[in-house]
């Protein structure tokens, strides 16, 4: 039927530009999950992020008793992951006196990780170890840039997918164009051919018309 035959054919998945999306988005996600998620330092940050948000404005001066032990201990586990950062051991002596303030007692792990921390600062401090300062750009610890580092990787990588679709859509556009060509070619050459065929039957009639019309040869009488 005319319907079936003016049917639209569906439009075809492209899978393939699909799957190389998808490694190019795996690539970019270890990326970032090596380079940020799974480091120390963004580690470090990020404990350094949800202490100061749970002290608030005021640093701590009007929390309760919990929220500054809440913000102590993420403290003081961003120094065990960056040790050479002063600026979290800093952080951590000032929640113990807020603790001390507020005459709360540490149980005894949390002693013996706090102990553990002072004990690796105070070594690196003997060592003249490089100490790590807030602003110092060249070999500093920066928590803001670090946690903006997966964002902005992943806005980087953007460019990147678009890219790759160009890509696929110019290669996409190039066989389909040779593909056009050669389809014309194809047809040329059958319409060559049928013009060729055309011409030897018009030969073929021409010559048995003229055989028809010669006349026939005399007899003699």
Do not use: C
């Amino acid at each position: 039927m005319l319907g079936g035959a003016l049917k639209r054919q569906p439009f075809p998945v492209p899978w393939g530009l699909f799957i190389v999306l998808a490694v190019y988005a795996l690539l970019v996600l270890g990326y970032v999950w090596a380079t940020y998620w799974n480091s120390p330092e963004y580690l470090a940050a990020e404990h350094y992020a949800e202490a100061a948000d749970l002290l608030g404005l005021d640093d701590g001066k009007t929390a309760s008793s919990e929220i500054v032990l809440s913000a102590y201990k993420h403290y003081l586990e961003a120094a065990r992951l960056v040790p050479r950062a002063e600026v979290l051991h800093k952080r951590v002596e000032a929640m113990r006196w807020r603790l001390d303030e507020h005459h709360y007692k540490l149980d005894h792990d949390l002693q013996m990780r706090a102990e553990a921390v002072a004990m690796l600062w105070q070594r690196i401090q003997q060592e003249q170890d490089p100490i790590l300062v807030v602003g110092a750009r060249d070999r500093g610890w920066q928590p803001a840039q670090l946690l903006e580092g997966p964002g902005r990787s992943f806005l980087y990588a953007l460019p990147g997918g678009l890219v790759i679709i160009l890509i696929w859509g110019w290669t996409r556009y190039s066989s389909r164009r040779v593909r056009a060509q050669e389809h014309e070619k194809e047809l040329k050459q059958i319409e060559a051919d049928v013009a060729a065929v055309e011409a030897e039957r018009a030969r073929g009639s021409k010559a048995g018309l003229q055989k028809q019309k010669r006349p026939a040869p005399k007899t003699r009488r």
